[in-house]
């Protein structure tokens, strides 16, 4: 299974509508936080047939309404601050910070951890937990990236927009 994996929007709905045009073998996306607007949430959800799991950042406003698209569009779980997943036979978590991230990833209990909120790209083995931040689609720093998560391997590609 490819899951699609990506953090840190920040409204920028046209860097998102060249990542979502480029998922096309991803089966299930995961979101690390931060897209900040619902109508960003509503993109995503419109754009990507598959399931979509989003945590949440600490830009992300109007959760009322975000709970609503959510809802609406049918193939979207918001599971909060922290996701807990089971996909590919693979044990995922997924939060938006760093630090709550590395110490998942040092409990040995998850194969893919996953955070956003640096805007950094991250790559690191802990044990045998694979410790990811995909970067940002925003752009801020001058990169627009996302990785892209094969089950069956266990490895993740870093892929740039």
Same mark, same amino acid.
């Given at each position: 299974m490819l899951i699609a994996i990506l953090s840190d929007i920040h409204d920028n709905i046209w860097k998102l509508e060249e990542v979502l045009? $480029?998922?096309?073998?991803?089966?299930?996306?995961?979101?690390?936080?931060d897209f900040c607007a619902p109508f960003t949430l509503a993109q995503i959800a419109d754009g990507f047939p598959g399931p979509v799991h989003v945590v949440f950042g600490n830009n992300d406003g109007d959760k009322l309404f975000l709970?609503?698209?959510a809802t609406q569009a049918g193939n979207v779980t918001l599971h909060g601050?922290?996701?807990e997943l089971e996909l590919g036979g693979r044990k995922i978590a997924v939060t938006h910070y760093p630090a709550i991230a590395?110490?998942?990833?040092?409990?040995d209990r998850y194969d893919l951890v996953c955070f956003g909120h640096t805007h950094?790209?991250?790559? $690191?083995?802990?044990?045998?937990t694979l410790l990811i931040n995909p970067g940002e689609v925003m752009?801020?720093?001058g990169?627009?990236?996302?990785?892209?998560?094969?089950?069956?391997?266990?490895?993740?590609?870093?892929q740039e927009i």
């Amino acid at each position: 299974m490819l899951i699609a994996i990506l953090s840190d929007i920040h409204d920028n709905i046209w860097k998102l509508e060249e990542v979502l045009n $480029e998922l096309g073998e991803a089966e299930e996306l995961i979101f690390c936080g931060d897209f900040c607007a619902p109508f960003t949430l509503a993109q995503i959800a419109d754009g990507f047939p598959g399931p979509v799991h989003v945590v949440f950042g600490n830009n992300d406003g109007d959760k009322l309404f975000l709970f609503r698209v959510a809802t609406q569009a049918g193939n979207v779980t918001l599971h909060g601050e922290f996701a807990e997943l089971e996909l590919g036979g693979r044990k995922i978590a997924v939060t938006h910070y760093p630090a709550i991230a590395a110490g998942l990833a040092a409990g040995d209990r998850y194969d893919l951890v996953c955070f956003g909120h640096t805007h950094r790209v991250a790559e $690191e083995r802990v044990g045998d937990t694979l410790l990811i931040n995909p970067g940002e689609v925003m752009g801020r720093f001058g990169r627009s990236t996302y990785v892209l998560y094969d089950t069956d391997r266990g490895k993740a590609t870093l892929q740039e927009i």
